[in-house]
């Protein structure tokens, strides 16, 4: 299943730097992990924020859930889900 994630950092103002640095790099590996494994298919900086938009590729709204409540960043971070399927124009090979 695939879904539409739109993830908003804010962290606490008075994280002192180290602590944000060390978060951040702790998501970062795990960010990459998830793309390796074909989890996390896309991963997109919105310009001008400290916004992303990704695609997820789960199981299940239950495996998306997990994933997303693991990522370092998560307590620090407004999430919205959008569940999506295939566009009956489509033609791209790879869309489930
Ligand atoms: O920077 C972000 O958008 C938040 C988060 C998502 C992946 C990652 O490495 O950090």
Request: proline share 7%.
């Amino acid at each position: 299943m695939l879904f539409q994630v739109e993830m908003t950092v804010k962290l606490p103002p008075e994280m002192p730097a180290e602590r944000a640095a060390e978060i951040k790099a702790t998501e970062k590996a795990y960010a990459q992990e998830l793309q390796r494994a074909g989890k996390w298919r896309h991963l997109w900086r919105v310009a001008g924020s400290y916004s992303n938009v990704s695609i997820f590729d789960v199981e299940d709204n239950a495996e998306l859930q997990e994933l997303v409540s693991n990522l370092p960043l998560f307590p620090y971070m407004a999430i919205s889900v959008k569940p999506l399927c295939r566009h009956p124009s489509s033609i791209c090979e790879d869309d489930a």
